[in-house]
């Protein structure tokens, strides 16, 4: 079974500032997808940045990009220029092939400190 | 697209009472999936269905849970004889089923509490 880990489960940073947040994963399989969601605090689940394992191009999406090492099993989080809105639990998640359940983390709280 | 839909927001109970809950996922979406979320944890998976066929539960389910989608549309999960442990928040996710990673757009959940 896939496993997903996040070491860190709260970060700070300063509004306008770049933080990392980390996950590393577990499986067998060699075609899969990962991605971060956000939750901000009493509100609902969002995407933030998805990564094909198959590609070896990182992700990015505006302030958002992904560190993706397949071999070391990792897939980081880089925020950039930090935004208060930026506030909220971040998990790293897995799918194996074929639109599957989403395999999550444990999470990390993010809190950007004016 | 007017996002996934969860009813209620909200259940407070008695331990033993049965709860029912309600998801209406995006219109043209037809996987759905329901999770389980417990204070400082992430989401963990219930069980899923495409249309109505339901693909896979998990062993979290155990026999007082059901989950139902049946015209392919709305589903509805039901807790029979509620116990203290089934407090937590329930996500309702969807998405499509055309190519090989399409992303889960949540609801804002129901969080149920066990007096």
């Known amino acids: 079974a896939q496993t997903v880990t996040q070491s860190q489960p709260e970060m700070s940073v300063q509004e306008a500032e770049t933080v990392t947040l980390s996950c590393t994963y577990d499986?067998?399989?060699?075609?899969?997808?990962l991605f971060w969601y956000k939750q901000p605090p009493s509100r609902q689940m969002i995407l933030v940045i998805r990564?094909?394992?198959?590609?070896?191009q990182n992700a990015t999406e505006n302030r958002f990009s992904v560190n993706f090492q397949k071999a070391a099993k990792s897939f980081s989080l880089k925020i950039s220029d930090s935004q208060l809105g930026d506030t909220a639990m971040y998990f790293c998640?897995?799918?194996?092939?074929?639109?599957?359940?989403?395999?999550f983390g444990k999470g990390t709280r993010l809190s950007v400190i004016a | 697209d007017t996002g996934v839909s969860q009813d209620p927001r909200h259940k407070i109970t008695k331990r033993g009472q049965n709860v029912t809950f309600r998801c209406d996922p995006i219109?043209?979406?037809?996987?759905l999936y329901w999770y389980r979320q417990t204070l400082g944890q992430g989401p963990e998976f219930l069980t899923y269905?495409?249309?109505?066929?339901?693909?896979?539960k998990s062993r979290l389910l155990s026999d007082r849970f059901s989950a139902e989608r049946p015209k392919g549309s709305f589903s509805t999960l039901e807790i029979q004889r509620t116990e203290q442990g089934d407090s937590a928040m329930y996500l309702c996710?969807?998405?499509?089923?055309?190519?090989?990673?399409?992303?889960?757009?949540f609801g804002d959940g129901t969080r149920l509490s066990i007096l």
């Open positions: 996710a969807s998405s499509h089923d055309q190519g090989d990673h399409q992303p889960q757009h």
């Open positions: 499986t067998s399989e060699n075609n899969y997808y």
């Open positions: 990564q094909e394992a198959y590609k070896q």
């Open positions: 998640a897995f799918m194996n092939r074929g639109n599957t359940p989403l395999v």
């Open positions: 219109s043209e979406h037809n996987r």
């Open positions: 269905f495409q249309n109505e066929a339901q693909l896979e």
